[in-house]
């Protein structure tokens, strides 16, 4: 065992121990020690005193907490014209819906987020506790409004027409991040989504590469994926949408459904930017998933859609849950279109019937080899 190991496996049995307790017990002098618990600490080992111990089980999801409106359409929508539609109001963004599914899988997550010092703000952090997600390192920024999204969908559940004011998440810059980063370092998966400023982006897809951190990314809309760095090496897995894929392809998109063959271009050129993992989710189509193996098509499973809001999520959210639970990710993808599968039948962004259990005997029963 080497010394910054011996050092950590004695914090393990002890947190509270002393600089000086730790050199006797190994035989080297104090300023050694600081050295050793100042890389241990960068590299999000350890916290500080007393020392708090990476947690090999948790996830950290880094991104939006808005309030969602979604205005669903009784009848065809007629443009230029009064629609009746259903009205409701709940906690939503990407970065908080999948820790709180991750958090109803029975995973620890947590969640670096920055709302309003408003109600909406209050109302959306306490929500997402109260639904098990550790939110102890997000932010509130006096004076400002927390994010807010409104979806209009059409008799369908297809999302119609959206509109995001996500003007809060410009004050989450590069120096929050590194300000969080023991917490998110300490974590055995990181999850972002591309709320955060491209300079953030930048820096987490970077440090992320350079420390081993394990990072999954959603782009969560064709524009905000442009602020995306070139280079993607530092990202483990990638979850875009059929437009999503074009964007970071660098292709133009036709708008319409493309054939295997294009869909299998996409991946590729989007693994070559450095991605290991790319899962692109077709809707109907169901999901392509490639890495340096080749490319597997995973097909939908039969659903009564309700609507489509928070199935993206949910999806990430199943993969999530197979790697921390040591799955290949193809077994994963598979888990990720049960989650889906379970969340389209709701109109809940986040779904109370995705439990483990729940998702466990989806899986059984839908892909019975795979378990």
């Avoid at 990407?94 to 408003?118: K, P, Y």
């Avoid at 989007?270 to 340096?292: A, N, P, S």
């Amino acid at each position: 065992m080497d010394r910054e190991q011996h050092i950590l496996s004695l914090i393990r049995v002890n947190p509270f121990i002393s600089q000086n307790e730790l050199a006797n017990q190994i035989g080297i002098s104090r300023s050694a020690v600081a050295g050793y618990i100042a890389s241990l600490t960068k590299k999000g080992m350890i916290r500080g005193r007393a020392y708090i111990i990476a947690d090999e089980s948790s996830v950290m999801c880094i991104g939006g907490a808005n309030l969602d409106n979604k205005a669903a359409s009784k009848a065809p929508i007629r443009l230029a014209s009064s629609n009746p539609v259903t009205v409701t109001e709940s906690c939503g963004g990407v970065a908080r819906n999948i820790a709180e599914n991750l958090a109803g899988l029975g995973c620890r997550s947590a969640l670096i987020t920055a709302v309003g010092d408003d109600k909406a703000g209050t109302w959306v952090l306490g929500e997402t506790s109260h639904r098990g997600v550790d939110i102890s390192q997000s932010i509130v920024i006096p004076g400002a409004h927390t994010g807010t999204y409104t979806a209009l969908l059409d008799a369908s559940g297809e999302m119609f027409l959206a509109f995001a004011n996500m003007d809060i998440y410009d004050a989450f810059g590069p120096e929050l991040l590194n300000e969080k980063w023991p917490h998110i370092a300490a974590s055995k998966l990181v999850i972002a989504d591309t709320n955060l400023p491209q300079a953030s982006l930048d820096m987490l897809v970077k440090r992320c590469g350079a420390e081993g951190v394990l990072l999954f990314l959603d782009p969560v809309s064709s524009e905000k994926a442009k602020k995306l760095p070139h280079d993607l090496t530092g990202i483990t897995a990638i979850f875009p949408n059929l437009e999503e894929a074009y964007e970071l392809a660098g292709r133009a998109s036709t708008g319409e459904e493309a054939d295997p063959a294009v869909i299998t271009e996409l991946a590729e050129a989007i693994r070559r930017r450095g991605v290991q993992h790319v899962f692109i989710t077709l809707g109907k189509q169901g999901v392509l998933y490639q890495d340096e193996h080749g490319s597997t098509f995973v097909p939908p499973l039969p659903t009564d859609v309700v609507e489509v809001t928070g199935a993206g999520d949910a999806f990430v959210a199943g993969v999530a849950y197979g790697i921390l639970h040591d799955h290949s990710y193809l077994n994963s993808c598979k888990l990720g279109t049960a989650a889906a599968h379970l969340t389209l039948q709701t109109n809940e962004s986040a779904s109370s019937r995705l439990t483990e259990e729940v998702l466990v005997q989806t899986m059984q029963n839908s892909f019975p080899s795979e378990v």
